[in-house]
């Protein structure tokens, strides 16, 4: 672990989500002080599923984040139903190339933030609005709600603040810029139980064109809930009440008894995701001493299931870059982005790919993803797959981000659940 004196540099971290908590403990391994902001008024809870493959987990190793984490995976039965209620054995996400532990995205964030110093000063409902930066640091204006503006000087500023990334806007310009849409909408919460005619460790898929249901089930908790729709006006979605917006899309056929529950709980759960499928292209993550990280950067798309691994993995090489290149922040920026590009560049790329298989667009679509589920299973056929799969894991469990740069992620069992 590098702790070289880096003369008290300051870096501003602006998101307290996975990659903004994950950067923030790194940054202190390093000998930096990192202050973080986050526009919400307090910490998030909860959160909907995320997969950890093999690079997240060597990345929160090294972060001292993995012994917190653990695989949740009920190791139940996983079935494609239809809405009168016929079943048929089904993949789930745990079924899919890599060996991925499956949990929330509030336990990474938990374990990340039981990580992190408790003297790492945190201030909410504060947001960026204006920075400015020169060859020795950069100055940002900070407004919090109630309280007037302040202007600090900062060596580092880290824009780890999701997929519409306020630092993005301020440094590198618009959205428009840099948003690439699916023509997808998710909807994601926790089912109160299991869906009705299924065990509570049941994976359950519903596919039809152009709308499906996902459910991901854990070992200790009720399921997850994704559900995906396409339009043709990504923008005209967030303009009407979501839950009859969903009940419309999936309509106007009888839902069944599974889909229907799903619906209801959309209805009355506490915490709802609504949100649209983008990927973040952009052609440089870093200018001067301001980076980007995680979403803010590249999002993958939630399709891909690698936003959390490449999150952590890219936090941990940022401060690997700037300990080894402490008198050249700039330059540790561009080498950090050129280490890490190929990889990130390989995930976007996968996750347009893997769209098809979480909301088939076409009839043509959904009968080429059963067929392909249908011939994965089959281990005659199976075999001709193989080279894909071994890329595509090798893809989800390669360790990127490790110091030396070209290492296999460790086949670690997982630690005892909490």
Request: charged share 25%; net charge positive; glycine share 10%.
């Amino acid at each position: 672990m590098d702790t070289s004196d880096h003369g008290g540099r300051r870096a501003l971290v602006v998101g307290l989500g996975i990659s903004g908590i994950a950067t923030a403990v790194r940054l202190r391994q390093i000998g930096w002080t990192p202050v973080i902001v986050e526009r919400s008024p307090a910490r998030r809870s909860g959160g909907y599923f995320v997969a950890l493959f093999g690079a997240g987990r060597a990345a929160a190793g090294r972060l001292g984040i993995l012994d917190g984490l653990s695989d949740r995976d009920s190791d139940g039965a996983s079935y494609d139903i239809d809405r009168t209620g016929r079943r048929r054995p089904g993949w789930s996400f745990k079924d899919f190339p890599g060996r991925p532990w499956l949990m929330t995205r509030g336990d990474v964030e938990k374990a990340g933030f039981a990580a992190l110093p408790s003297d790492v000063e945190i201030r909410y409902a504060t947001v960026p609005t204006r920075i400015e930066q020169d060859a020795e640091g950069a100055d940002v204006t900070l407004a919090t709600a109630g309280g007037r503006p302040v202007t600090e000087r900062f060596d580092l500023v880290v824009g780890a603040d999701g997929l519409r990334s306020t630092v993005r806007r301020l440094v590198f310009g618009p959205d428009e810029r840099y948003l690439r849409p699916t023509n997808c909408m998710a909807v994601a919460c926790q089912l109160p139980g299991a869906l009705p005619g299924h065990k509570q460790s049941d994976g359950v898929v519903l596919m039809e064109p152009g709308r499906s249901m996902w459910t991901f089930p854990f070992e200790d908790r009720p399921p997850t809930l994704l559900l995906s729709y396409r339009t043709d006006d990504v923008a005209a979605e967030f303009t009407r009440p979501m839950a009859a917006r969903v009940r419309e899309v999936f309509g106007p056929e009888p839902t069944g008894r599974a889909l229907g529950a799903a619906l209801d709980a959309v209805e009355s759960a506490d915490d709802v995701l609504f949100d649209s499928v983008e990927q973040v292209r952009m052609d440089r993550w870093q200018r001067g001493r301001v980076v980007l990280v995680g979403d803010a950067a590249w999002c993958v798309t939630l399709y891909a299931g690698m936003g959390v691994s490449a999150g952590l993995a890219g936090a941990d090489l940022l401060g690997t870059m700037l300990a080894r290149h402490p008198r050249d922040v700039p330059g540790a920026l561009e080498r950090w982005e050129r280490r890490l590009r190929p990889a990130i560049d390989d995930l976007q790329d996968n996750g347009m790919r893997m769209r098809s298989l979480f909301i088939p667009i076409s009839r043509v679509e959904l009968l080429w993803r059963r067929a392909l589920m249908r011939l994965l299973k089959l281990p005659v056929i199976s075999w001709l797959f193989v080279p894909w799969q071994r890329r595509l894991a090798s893809l989800r469990e390669r360790d990127f981000a490790h110091p030396d740069f070209a290492h296999p992620a460790p086949a670690r069992p997982a630690p005892a659940h909490a």
